[in-house]
């Protein structure tokens, strides 16, 4: 009798080498998909982030020029202000500082100084400086010579400089004083410092005047540059690693890649640069690139399966085997508790009753994990709605970040089902000191696609410093989402649904969330566990409990009330992170 064989069973000694050049074939392509997708990419992030600091630099530029143009103007009209002119004139200067501390608090001045025709100050707004003599000041010397205003960037001598502009005080044709009016410059420059770009600011001759680095001021831009401390080898093999697979950087600060954007001041020759750094570009791109490795992983897998069907085979049988064996196991194991059941009765009696109370905290549990990833889902499917769109219309590249978004939704969730074992105990490990208001613009983010779905009107108010406090960041923003989304349902039915997000610091930290909704209908049973007033299949009534029990871990309180005129209002207080003993009870 004739026998037929596989190609693949014909050969034993050719599987092997078809593996080997499938597998060297998808790792070439890979490879090469992977290096291409590098180099676009990189250049895409690169200049949508060069683009950004051009803006910012437009800005900055703007505010410099508002701020010279402005102060120039007040030397002008103080020259000719009859009290000062007259003081002068009497020598009787017993009211100049006062009127200089008034006018300097209607103008906005860093300072304003008065000077006599002897350089000698005789009004200030620092009164320390009363006195003092200015006569080899180039400020002053160059108002005598000039009847214009005169521009002076003078240095200090603990680093930095002071802008002045100074003028001539005409009296019967003659100076008889100047006056010298500070301008107010470092206020950018500590604006400037909060930001992740380094800014600098060169005069005509390229040294620095102003500088988020306060080692540059004064420095050429070439030594303000080359101010850094010596790296260590491993630092040098890093930065080596960083840099191969990036556009080449314009320049290192601190030793960081980064672009220069520059811009010209309309202003005698100055120039404002920026530096910024490329982790963020690194950040985007290596995220993608990590999508496109686990597809080739998952690829390859898929490959190592269907051409090794021999290994599954024995596998099953082994699997088989191995069932067989648990079976076998179960069985003795059945015939010792049997024995042991008649053995020790009482034993038993309590194993089961301590079983059936982990069976209703499994049950618990089960309906909370239920509630907490019912978000995540919905916002997953509403991105891979979008992404089927993209890929329908030919738009990959919008499509991947749809799938990077759904990642980072995984990755959440896999956070929420590890944060639900923190319910059978109490714990402060995961704590850390976060700010109040980017968990609000992370949970916002999160409600993403549900804000996108319906017209909800959303208001926030967000004071303009940092709120930290003490907490976990995952279960914080857990209970922001669920206040969102309470009232996301609860102004289902309304003709102009509107949400307000307050968030103010005193004593507490405190989040008020209010929509404008039908109202609490029971408010002494809505924290309760599987409480609910929404239909079935809409919720299991456990968001509010869990949120309160959360709250209060944190060491704060959730309470609500209905607000006047309709609508509810949630509170959350938390302890300011100044109070680090009351975050940590």
């Keep these: 009798m004739r026998s037929e064989t596989s190609p693949l069973s014909s050969s034993p000694s050719g599987l092997p080498w078809r593996v080997k050049l499938v597998v060297g074939f998808l790792i070439l392509l890979a490879v090469g998909i992977v290096l291409v997708s590098n180099r676009l990419l990189t250049d ?45 004139r009497d020598k ?57 205003t005169v521009f002076t960037a003078l240095r200090r001598d603990t680093g930095g400089f002071d802008f002045l502009y100074s003028r001539a005080i005409m009296g019967d044709a003659k ?98 640069s920026t530096f910024t750094a490329y982790g963020s570009v690194r950040e985007q791109v290596n995220g993608i690139l990590a999508l496109e490795i686990m597809g080739f992983a998952i690829l390859m897998a898929i490959t190592f399966y269907i051409l090794s069907r021999r290994a599954w085979s024995r596998s099953l049988s082994f699997q088989r085997e191995s069932l067989e064996l648990r079976k076998l196991n179960a069985r003795l194991q059945r015939e010792i508790a049997e024995r042991e059941k008649v053995q020790k009765d009482l034993e038993v009696a309590e194993l089961t009753l301590a079983q059936s109370s982990k069976l209703a905290a499994l049950g618990e549990m089960s309906a909370a994990v239920s509630h907490e990833l019912n978000q995540p889902l919905a916002a997953m499917k509403t991105y891979l709605a979008g992404a089927r769109l993209l890929l329908q219309r030919k738009r990959p590249e919008e499509a991947l970040s749809s799938f990077q978004r759904i990642d980072d939704l995984i990755e959440r969730m896999g956070a929420i ?90 004593e507490t930290a405190t989040l008020t969330v209010r929509d404008n909704g039908h109202g609490i209908v029971d408010l002494e049973n809505l924290f309760e566990p599987f409480y609910t007033t929404k239909k079935p299949g809409e919720g299991v009534g456990l968001g509010l409990a869990i949120s309160s029990g959360i709250v209060t871990d944190l060491g704060g309180r959730l309470t609500a009330r209905n607000a006047e005129g309709g609508g509810a209002v949630f509170e959350m207080q938390l302890p300011i992170l100044g109070n680090r003993q009351e975050a940590a009870e």
Excluded: H
């Design 175 to 272: 100076p008889i004083g100047v006056i010298v009016v500070s301008v107010d410059l470092m206020k950018y420059e500590r604006a400037w410092a909060g930001l992740q770009d380094a800014v600098m600011v060169t005069d005509s001759e390229g040294t620095v005047v102003l500088s988020t680095e306060p080692r540059w001021r004064g420095q050429k831009i070439d030594e303000a540059l080359a101010l850094r401390d010596p790296p260590s080898a491993i630092a040098r093999a890093l930065q080596a690693t960083a840099d191969w697979a990036q556009t080449p950087p314009d320049a290192y600060v601190s030793g960081e890649a980064v672009m220069k954007t520059e811009a010209r001041v309309p202003f005698r020759g100055w120039k404002l």
């Design 417 to 506: 089902t590890r944060q639900l074992k923190s319910y059978a105990r109490k714990g402060g490990e995961a704590f850390e000191e976060i700010d109040l208001r980017a968990c609000v613009s992370s949970a916002l983010a999160m409600m993403e696609p549900q804000l996108k779905a319906r017209v909800v009107k959303i208001s926030r108010g967000m004071p303009r410093q940092p709120v930290m406090v003490m907490a976990d960041r995952i279960r914080l923003e857990q209970v922001i989402i669920n206040l969102l989304r309470n009232a996301l349902d609860a102004t289902k039915d309304v003709a102009s649904p509107q949400i307000d997000l307050l968030l103010s610091a005193g």
């Design 44 to 88: 895409r992030y690169t200049a949508d982030t060069r683009g950004r600091a051009e803006v910012r630099l437009a800005l900055y530029t703007g505010n410099l020029m508002a701020e010279l143009q402005r102060t120039s103007v007040v030397p002008l009209l103080l020259a000719a202000d009859p009290d000062l002119v007259q003081a002068l």
């Design 92 to 148: 009787n200067f017993s009211s100049t500082s006062a009127k200089l501390i008034a006018l300097q608090g209607q103008i906005g001045v860093a300072s304003i100084r008065l000077l006599d025709a002897d350089a000698r100050t005789v009004g200030a707004t620092n009164r320390n400086v009363l006195g003092t003599s200015q006569r080899n000041e180039t400020f002053f010397v160059a108002a005598q010579r000039n009847k214009e």
